[in-house]
Protein backbone atom coordinates (compact mmCIF):
# COMPACT_ATOMS: atom_id res chain seq x y z
CA UNK A 1 0.00 0.00 0.00
CA UNK A 2 1.42 3.31 -0.76
CA UNK A 3 1.16 5.54 2.48
CA UNK A 4 0.65 8.80 -0.22
CA UNK A 5 -2.46 7.26 -1.50
CA UNK A 6 -4.25 8.06 2.14
CA UNK A 7 -2.19 11.21 3.48
CA UNK A 8 -2.70 11.89 7.25
CA UNK A 9 -4.84 8.74 7.35
CA UNK A 10 -2.71 6.47 7.33
CA UNK A 11 -1.10 4.96 10.27
CA UNK A 12 0.91 1.48 11.51
CA UNK A 13 -0.48 -1.08 14.00
CA UNK A 14 1.58 0.52 16.70
CA UNK A 15 -0.51 3.70 16.42
CA UNK A 16 -4.24 1.43 16.32
CA UNK A 17 -2.68 0.08 19.01
CA UNK A 18 -2.29 2.99 20.81
CA UNK A 19 -5.95 4.59 20.09
CA UNK A 20 -7.59 1.90 22.03
CA UNK A 21 -8.41 3.24 25.54
CA UNK A 22 -9.58 1.35 28.65
CA UNK A 23 -13.66 0.49 28.48
CA UNK A 24 -13.73 0.41 24.54
CA UNK A 25 -16.02 -1.61 22.86
CA UNK A 26 -14.47 -2.79 19.16
CA UNK A 27 -16.65 -3.94 16.89
CA UNK A 28 -14.59 -5.88 14.09
CA UNK A 29 -15.45 -7.18 10.80
CA UNK A 30 -16.37 -10.96 9.26
CA UNK A 31 -14.55 -13.42 7.31
CA UNK A 32 -12.88 -11.66 4.42
CA UNK A 33 -12.64 -8.36 6.14
CA UNK A 34 -11.68 -9.54 9.14
CA UNK A 35 -8.22 -7.14 10.32
CA UNK A 36 -5.85 -9.51 10.48
CA UNK A 37 -2.74 -7.93 11.47
CA UNK A 38 -4.72 -5.81 14.25
CA UNK A 39 -5.93 -8.80 15.70
CA UNK A 40 -2.43 -10.61 15.42
CA UNK A 41 -1.08 -7.73 18.10
CA UNK A 42 -4.27 -7.17 20.02
CA UNK A 43 -3.10 -8.99 22.70
CA UNK A 44 -0.52 -6.23 23.29
CA UNK A 45 -2.60 -3.59 24.96
CA UNK A 46 -1.89 -5.37 27.98
CA UNK A 47 1.28 -4.28 27.75
CA UNK A 48 -0.03 -0.39 27.23
CA UNK A 49 -1.72 -0.55 30.32
CA UNK A 50 -5.28 -1.07 28.73
CA UNK A 51 -8.21 -2.64 30.46
CA UNK A 52 -11.65 -3.78 30.08
CA UNK A 53 -11.81 -3.85 26.84
CA UNK A 54 -14.92 -5.45 24.95
CA UNK A 55 -14.82 -7.09 21.75
CA UNK A 56 -17.61 -8.31 19.43
CA UNK A 57 -15.75 -11.40 17.31
CA UNK A 58 -17.85 -13.64 15.23
CA UNK A 59 -16.32 -16.88 13.95
CA UNK A 60 -12.84 -15.73 14.01
CA UNK A 61 -10.58 -16.54 11.22
CA UNK A 62 -7.31 -17.13 12.73
CA UNK A 63 -6.61 -18.59 16.52
CA UNK A 64 -5.30 -15.16 17.27
CA UNK A 65 -2.82 -14.40 21.00
CA UNK A 66 -5.46 -12.91 22.81
CA UNK A 67 -7.64 -15.86 22.48
CA UNK A 68 -5.04 -18.40 23.63
CA UNK A 69 -3.00 -16.35 25.66
CA UNK A 70 -2.83 -16.38 29.80
CA UNK A 71 -3.64 -13.17 31.50
CA UNK A 72 -6.09 -11.68 29.28
CA UNK A 73 -9.06 -12.09 31.39
CA UNK A 74 -9.65 -8.42 33.06
CA UNK A 75 -8.13 -7.09 29.34
CA UNK A 76 -10.37 -8.27 26.20
CA UNK A 77 -13.56 -10.18 26.69
CA UNK A 78 -15.25 -10.89 24.01
CA UNK A 79 -19.21 -10.73 22.56
CA UNK A 80 -20.25 -13.33 20.03
CA UNK A 81 -23.35 -13.59 18.05
CA UNK A 82 -21.84 -17.02 16.50
CA UNK A 83 -19.30 -19.49 17.62
CA UNK A 84 -16.36 -20.96 15.25
CA UNK A 85 -14.36 -23.26 16.86
CA UNK A 86 -12.21 -20.75 18.13
CA UNK A 87 -14.65 -19.58 20.54
CA UNK A 88 -16.10 -22.63 21.34
CA UNK A 89 -12.30 -23.14 22.50
CA UNK A 90 -12.47 -20.91 25.21
CA UNK A 91 -16.18 -20.51 26.09
CA UNK A 92 -15.15 -22.70 29.43
CA UNK A 93 -12.93 -19.60 30.54
CA UNK A 94 -15.63 -17.57 30.83
CA UNK A 95 -13.72 -15.07 28.11
CA UNK A 96 -16.66 -15.43 25.70
CA UNK A 97 -20.54 -14.84 25.98
CA UNK A 98 -22.82 -15.65 23.11
CA UNK A 99 -25.33 -12.65 22.17
CA UNK A 100 -28.54 -15.12 21.12
CA UNK A 101 -30.06 -13.64 17.78
CA UNK A 102 -31.40 -14.12 14.53
CA UNK A 103 -29.11 -12.90 11.80
CA UNK A 104 -31.45 -10.57 10.03
CA UNK A 105 -31.84 -8.73 14.15
CA UNK A 106 -28.09 -9.04 14.84
CA UNK A 107 -27.22 -5.45 14.84
CA UNK A 108 -30.31 -4.93 17.21
CA UNK A 109 -29.13 -7.56 19.95
CA UNK A 110 -25.63 -5.96 18.76
CA UNK A 111 -26.56 -2.85 20.03
CA UNK A 112 -28.73 -3.21 22.61
CA UNK A 113 -25.88 -5.46 24.46
CA UNK A 114 -22.57 -3.43 24.27
CA UNK A 115 -23.09 -0.22 21.49
CA UNK A 116 -19.70 -0.37 19.67
CA UNK A 117 -17.11 2.67 19.74
CA UNK A 118 -14.83 1.62 17.67
CA UNK A 119 -14.62 -0.20 14.25
CA UNK A 120 -11.57 -2.33 12.52
CA UNK A 121 -11.89 -3.92 9.24
CA UNK A 122 -10.13 -4.77 5.98
CA UNK A 123 -11.23 -3.43 2.72
CA UNK A 124 -10.12 -3.05 -0.38
CA UNK A 125 -7.42 -0.31 -1.89
CA UNK A 126 -9.29 3.09 -2.62
CA UNK A 127 -10.93 3.28 -6.32
CA UNK A 128 -10.26 6.21 -8.81
CA UNK A 129 -14.07 7.38 -7.19
CA UNK A 130 -12.68 7.39 -3.22
CA UNK A 131 -14.29 4.55 -2.38
CA UNK A 132 -13.02 1.14 -0.81
CA UNK A 133 -14.85 -1.56 -0.40
CA UNK A 134 -16.24 -3.73 1.99
CA UNK A 135 -16.31 -6.82 -0.18
CA UNK A 136 -17.08 -10.28 1.75
CA UNK A 137 -19.33 -9.36 4.63
CA UNK A 138 -22.40 -7.14 5.16
CA UNK A 139 -23.84 -9.09 8.10
CA UNK A 140 -23.33 -5.66 10.80
CA UNK A 141 -20.68 -3.91 9.06
CA UNK A 142 -22.70 -1.08 7.51
CA UNK A 143 -24.11 0.11 10.44
CA UNK A 144 -21.36 -0.61 12.88
CA UNK A 145 -19.51 1.48 10.55
CA UNK A 146 -22.00 4.31 10.74
CA UNK A 147 -22.19 4.60 14.48
CA UNK A 148 -18.75 4.33 15.83
CA UNK A 149 -16.41 7.07 17.03
CA UNK A 150 -13.18 5.40 15.40
CA UNK A 151 -12.87 3.40 12.23
CA UNK A 152 -9.40 2.00 11.32
CA UNK A 153 -9.61 -0.17 8.01
CA UNK A 154 -6.30 -2.37 6.71
CA UNK A 155 -5.99 -2.33 2.87
CA UNK A 156 -5.86 -5.51 1.79
CA UNK A 157 -5.10 -5.98 -2.02
CA UNK A 158 -6.05 -9.27 -2.38
CA UNK A 159 -9.89 -8.86 -1.50
CA UNK A 160 -12.42 -8.87 -4.63
CA UNK A 161 -14.68 -5.96 -5.82
CA UNK A 162 -18.49 -7.02 -5.36
CA UNK A 163 -21.54 -4.63 -5.85
CA UNK A 164 -24.30 -4.10 -3.62
CA UNK A 165 -23.86 -2.04 -0.56
CA UNK A 166 -20.18 -2.50 0.12
CA UNK A 167 -18.34 0.58 -0.93
CA UNK A 168 -17.39 3.24 1.68
CA UNK A 169 -16.22 6.68 0.61
CA UNK A 170 -12.45 7.16 1.76
CA UNK A 171 -13.73 10.55 3.84
CA UNK A 172 -15.89 8.34 6.23
CA UNK A 173 -12.44 6.76 7.43
CA UNK A 174 -10.57 7.92 10.07
CA UNK A 175 -7.42 5.64 9.59
CA UNK A 176 -5.67 3.60 7.41
CA UNK A 177 -3.42 0.80 7.88
CA UNK A 178 -1.05 -1.99 6.10
CA UNK A 179 -3.27 -5.13 5.51
CA UNK A 180 -2.73 -8.67 4.19
CA UNK A 181 -2.26 -9.75 0.55
CA UNK A 182 -4.73 -12.72 0.86
CA UNK A 183 -7.89 -13.24 1.97
CA UNK A 184 -9.14 -16.86 4.05
CA UNK A 185 -10.42 -19.76 2.59
CA UNK A 186 -13.10 -21.62 4.01
CA UNK A 187 -12.20 -25.08 5.41
CA UNK A 188 -12.91 -28.35 2.86
CA UNK A 189 -15.71 -30.27 4.44
CA UNK A 190 -14.64 -34.19 4.28
CA UNK A 191 -17.79 -35.86 3.29
CA UNK A 192 -19.16 -39.34 4.22
CA UNK A 193 -20.95 -41.85 1.95
CA UNK A 194 -23.86 -41.15 4.25
CA UNK A 195 -23.67 -37.92 3.75
CA UNK A 196 -23.31 -38.53 -0.02
CA UNK A 197 -26.56 -40.48 0.51
CA UNK A 198 -28.33 -37.54 2.00
CA UNK A 199 -27.49 -35.32 -0.91
CA UNK A 200 -29.20 -37.39 -2.98
CA UNK A 201 -32.34 -36.93 -1.49
CA UNK A 202 -32.51 -33.34 -0.99
CA UNK A 203 -31.32 -32.48 -4.51
CA UNK A 204 -34.56 -34.14 -5.69
CA UNK A 205 -36.31 -31.59 -4.07
CA UNK A 206 -34.83 -29.05 -6.26
CA UNK A 207 -36.28 -28.08 -9.45
CA UNK A 208 -35.22 -25.85 -12.50
CA UNK A 209 -36.11 -22.38 -11.74
CA UNK A 210 -35.95 -22.65 -7.62
CA UNK A 211 -34.06 -20.42 -5.98
CA UNK A 212 -31.54 -21.32 -3.35
CA UNK A 213 -30.09 -21.06 0.07
CA UNK A 214 -27.36 -23.13 1.39
CA UNK A 215 -25.89 -22.99 4.76
CA UNK A 216 -22.47 -23.93 5.87
CA UNK A 217 -21.01 -27.16 5.56
CA UNK A 218 -20.41 -30.13 3.34
CA UNK A 219 -23.61 -31.29 3.18
CA UNK A 220 -24.96 -28.25 1.77
CA UNK A 221 -21.92 -28.30 -0.64
CA UNK A 222 -22.68 -31.94 -1.87
CA UNK A 223 -26.11 -30.71 -2.77
CA UNK A 224 -24.99 -27.92 -4.71
CA UNK A 225 -22.87 -30.58 -6.70
CA UNK A 226 -26.06 -32.46 -7.76
CA UNK A 227 -27.49 -29.04 -9.38
CA UNK A 228 -25.26 -28.41 -12.18
CA UNK A 229 -27.74 -30.26 -14.18
CA UNK A 230 -30.89 -27.81 -13.54
CA UNK A 231 -31.51 -24.49 -15.26
CA UNK A 232 -32.78 -20.82 -14.23
CA UNK A 233 -31.91 -21.37 -11.07
CA UNK A 234 -31.45 -18.71 -8.68
CA UNK A 235 -29.58 -17.48 -5.16
CA UNK A 236 -30.94 -15.43 -2.71
CA UNK A 237 -29.09 -16.31 0.28
CA UNK A 238 -27.19 -15.45 3.55
CA UNK A 239 -23.88 -17.06 2.39
CA UNK A 240 -22.49 -17.41 -1.01
CA UNK A 241 -20.27 -20.01 -0.87
CA UNK A 242 -17.89 -22.01 -3.60
CA UNK A 243 -20.02 -24.81 -4.28
CA UNK A 244 -23.05 -21.84 -5.27
CA UNK A 245 -20.14 -19.76 -7.24
CA UNK A 246 -19.73 -23.11 -9.58
CA UNK A 247 -23.33 -23.51 -10.31
CA UNK A 248 -23.42 -19.88 -11.14
CA UNK A 249 -20.45 -20.16 -13.96
CA UNK A 250 -21.43 -23.84 -14.99
CA UNK A 251 -25.22 -22.02 -16.12
CA UNK A 252 -27.08 -23.30 -14.08
CA UNK A 253 -28.11 -20.68 -11.69
CA UNK A 254 -29.11 -17.31 -14.01
CA UNK A 255 -31.30 -15.82 -11.84
CA UNK A 256 -33.89 -15.36 -14.57
CA UNK A 257 -36.77 -16.65 -12.89
CA UNK A 258 -36.52 -14.64 -9.61
CA UNK A 259 -39.30 -13.47 -8.65
CA UNK A 260 -37.02 -10.72 -5.91
CA UNK A 261 -34.29 -9.23 -7.50
CA UNK A 262 -34.16 -11.02 -10.53
CA UNK A 263 -31.04 -11.33 -13.02
CA UNK A 264 -29.24 -10.82 -9.67
CA UNK A 265 -27.31 -13.35 -6.97
CA UNK A 266 -28.14 -11.79 -3.77
CA UNK A 267 -26.23 -12.56 -0.47
CA UNK A 268 -25.17 -11.15 2.82
CA UNK A 269 -21.71 -12.27 2.99
CA UNK A 270 -19.02 -15.06 1.28
CA UNK A 271 -16.72 -17.23 2.03
CA UNK A 272 -15.26 -19.66 -0.05
CA UNK A 273 -11.94 -20.47 -1.96
CA UNK A 274 -9.74 -18.12 -4.20
CA UNK A 275 -11.37 -19.58 -7.30
CA UNK A 276 -15.10 -18.05 -5.65
CA UNK A 277 -13.27 -14.80 -4.84
CA UNK A 278 -12.14 -14.10 -8.35
CA UNK A 279 -15.08 -15.51 -9.81
CA UNK A 280 -17.35 -12.45 -8.21
CA UNK A 281 -14.47 -9.91 -8.28
CA UNK A 282 -16.40 -7.29 -10.70
CA UNK A 283 -19.34 -9.91 -11.69
CA UNK A 284 -22.19 -7.39 -12.24
CA UNK A 285 -24.15 -10.65 -11.47
CA UNK A 286 -23.29 -10.66 -7.42
CA UNK A 287 -25.42 -8.09 -5.22
CA UNK A 288 -23.83 -8.30 -1.28
CA UNK A 289 -26.73 -6.43 0.81
CA UNK A 290 -26.78 -6.20 4.68
CA UNK A 291 -28.27 -9.08 6.27
CA UNK A 292 -31.14 -7.08 8.13
CA UNK A 293 -32.25 -7.11 4.21
CA UNK A 294 -31.24 -9.96 3.11
CA UNK A 295 -32.14 -12.12 5.60
CA UNK A 296 -35.70 -10.27 6.49
CA UNK A 297 -38.08 -13.22 6.37
CA UNK A 298 -41.23 -10.80 4.51
CA UNK A 299 -38.05 -10.56 1.81
CA UNK A 300 -37.46 -14.10 1.88
CA UNK A 301 -40.79 -15.20 1.21
CA UNK A 302 -40.85 -12.40 -1.77
CA UNK A 303 -38.90 -15.32 -3.79
CA UNK A 304 -40.91 -17.98 -5.47
CA UNK A 305 -40.02 -21.25 -5.53
CA UNK A 306 -38.00 -20.73 -2.39
CA UNK A 307 -35.70 -23.38 -1.42
CA UNK A 308 -33.83 -23.18 1.96
CA UNK A 309 -31.31 -26.08 2.29
CA UNK A 310 -30.31 -26.34 5.89
CA UNK A 311 -28.52 -29.02 8.50
CA UNK A 312 -29.55 -29.79 12.03
CA UNK A 313 -27.81 -31.38 15.05
CA UNK A 314 -30.36 -32.69 17.00
CA UNK A 315 -34.44 -33.46 16.21
CA UNK A 316 -37.33 -34.30 18.14
CA UNK A 317 -40.48 -36.35 17.25
CA UNK A 318 -42.43 -33.79 16.79
CA UNK A 319 -40.52 -31.28 14.32
CA UNK A 320 -38.46 -29.27 17.14
CA UNK A 321 -34.81 -28.42 15.79
CA UNK A 322 -31.62 -27.72 17.36
CA UNK A 323 -29.37 -26.23 15.31
CA UNK A 324 -26.65 -24.66 17.58
CA UNK A 325 -26.11 -26.59 20.75
CA UNK A 326 -24.71 -29.81 22.35
CA UNK A 327 -25.85 -31.01 25.43
CA UNK A 328 -26.76 -27.16 26.41
CA UNK A 329 -23.08 -26.03 26.01
CA UNK A 330 -23.75 -23.19 22.57
CA UNK A 331 -21.73 -24.74 19.61
CA UNK A 332 -22.52 -22.11 16.51
CA UNK A 333 -25.31 -19.72 16.63
CA UNK A 334 -28.92 -19.69 15.36
CA UNK A 335 -26.97 -17.84 12.42
CA UNK A 336 -29.93 -17.51 9.41
CA UNK A 337 -31.69 -21.11 9.65
CA UNK A 338 -34.56 -19.57 11.68
CA UNK A 339 -35.04 -16.87 9.13
CA UNK A 340 -34.69 -18.91 6.10
CA UNK A 341 -36.90 -21.83 7.20
CA UNK A 342 -39.33 -19.09 8.27
CA UNK A 343 -39.04 -17.15 4.90
CA UNK A 344 -39.10 -20.43 2.82
CA UNK A 345 -42.27 -21.90 4.81
CA UNK A 346 -44.59 -18.77 3.77
CA UNK A 347 -42.71 -18.35 0.45
CA UNK A 348 -44.98 -19.44 -3.01
CA UNK A 349 -44.17 -23.23 -3.32
CA UNK A 350 -41.41 -22.60 -0.90
CA UNK A 351 -39.41 -25.78 0.67
CA UNK A 352 -37.67 -25.21 3.25
CA UNK A 353 -35.19 -28.59 4.06
CA UNK A 354 -33.21 -29.90 7.20
CA UNK A 355 -30.48 -31.90 5.86
CA UNK A 356 -29.12 -34.31 9.04
CA UNK A 357 -27.34 -37.69 9.28
CA UNK A 358 -29.74 -39.96 11.10
CA UNK A 359 -26.97 -40.62 14.04
CA UNK A 360 -23.98 -39.52 15.64
CA UNK A 361 -20.68 -40.62 17.50
CA UNK A 362 -20.35 -43.63 14.53
CA UNK A 363 -23.62 -44.93 14.81
CA UNK A 364 -24.26 -45.10 18.88
CA UNK A 365 -26.28 -41.73 19.53
CA UNK A 366 -29.83 -41.06 16.77
CA UNK A 367 -30.18 -37.52 16.23
CA UNK A 368 -33.65 -38.05 15.95
CA UNK A 369 -34.85 -38.07 19.38
CA UNK A 370 -38.24 -38.65 21.24
CA UNK A 371 -37.41 -35.08 23.22
CA UNK A 372 -34.80 -32.66 23.02
CA UNK A 373 -31.81 -33.27 24.96
CA UNK A 374 -32.49 -31.47 27.96
CA UNK A 375 -30.98 -27.95 27.72
CA UNK A 376 -30.49 -28.14 23.77
CA UNK A 377 -31.94 -25.23 22.01
CA UNK A 378 -34.82 -24.70 19.85
CA UNK A 379 -33.68 -22.89 16.88
CA UNK A 380 -36.36 -23.53 14.77
CA UNK A 381 -39.53 -24.36 16.21
CA UNK A 382 -41.74 -27.25 14.86
CA UNK A 383 -44.51 -24.97 13.55
CA UNK A 384 -42.12 -23.68 10.38
CA UNK A 385 -40.38 -27.20 10.03
CA UNK A 386 -41.19 -28.75 6.33
CA UNK A 387 -39.10 -31.09 5.01
CA UNK A 388 -36.88 -33.56 7.29
CA UNK A 389 -33.93 -35.72 4.82
CA UNK A 390 -32.09 -38.15 6.61
CA UNK A 391 -29.15 -41.16 4.70
CA UNK A 392 -33.39 -43.14 4.96
CA UNK A 393 -35.13 -41.11 3.14
CA UNK A 394 -37.18 -37.64 3.34
CA UNK A 395 -39.88 -37.27 5.83
CA UNK A 396 -42.58 -34.38 5.45
CA UNK A 397 -43.62 -32.24 8.38
CA UNK A 398 -45.70 -29.47 6.60
CA UNK A 399 -49.28 -30.01 7.53
CA UNK A 400 -48.60 -32.84 9.83
CA UNK A 401 -50.57 -33.87 13.05
CA UNK A 402 -48.20 -34.92 15.24
CA UNK A 403 -48.67 -38.51 15.22
CA UNK A 404 -48.06 -38.31 11.89
CA UNK A 405 -44.80 -36.38 12.28
CA UNK A 406 -43.61 -39.30 14.69
CA UNK A 407 -44.49 -41.75 12.02
CA UNK A 408 -42.84 -39.93 9.39
CA UNK A 409 -39.40 -39.18 11.46
CA UNK A 410 -39.12 -42.72 12.74
CA UNK A 411 -39.41 -43.73 9.13
CA UNK A 412 -36.11 -42.00 8.38
CA UNK A 413 -34.29 -42.68 11.37
CA UNK A 414 -31.59 -45.26 12.02
CA UNK A 415 -33.42 -48.67 12.01
CA UNK A 416 -30.78 -49.66 15.12
CA UNK A 417 -33.29 -46.71 16.93
CA UNK A 418 -36.61 -47.49 15.69
CA UNK A 419 -38.58 -49.78 17.91
CA UNK A 420 -37.32 -47.38 20.98
CA UNK A 421 -38.09 -44.52 19.60
CA UNK A 422 -41.63 -45.72 19.30
CA UNK A 423 -41.72 -46.86 22.50
CA UNK A 424 -40.67 -44.03 23.70
CA UNK A 425 -43.11 -42.20 21.96
CA UNK A 426 -45.85 -43.97 23.48
CA UNK A 427 -44.35 -44.06 27.24
CA UNK A 428 -44.32 -40.27 27.31
CA UNK A 429 -47.56 -39.85 25.10
CA UNK A 430 -45.66 -37.91 22.37
CA UNK A 431 -48.53 -38.93 20.03
Known amino acids: MDPCDYGSKYIDVDQALNKIKSGDVIA ?82 MLESRKPNVFVGAVT ?7 VCMSTSQQFELELFDICETVMLEINPALPHIAGTTRIPVDKVHYFMEGENTVFNSP ?14 AASL ?41 LMACGAVNNSKKTFHRNRTVAAFTWGTRELYDYIDDNPMVDLLPVGYVNDPANIAKNKNMVSVNTALEIDLTGQICSESIGGKQYSGTGGAWDFAYGAFHAENGRGIIA ?22 VTIPRNIVDIVVTEYGIAHLRGRSVRQRVEELIAVAHPDFRAELRAEANRLEIW
Open 188 to 201: IYPRTEIQETIADY
Open 356 to 377: LQSTAKSGTISRIVPRLTSGNI
Open 206 to 246: IHDGDTLQLGIGGMPDAVAERLTDRHDMGIYTEMLGSAMGK
Open 125 to 131: PVDRFGY
Open 28 to 109: VAAYGNEPVRFLRRLHEIADRGVRDVTLWLANPQEEYPFLTMEGMEDVISILSIFYGPSLRRIHSTGRVSFVPNNLHGCVAA
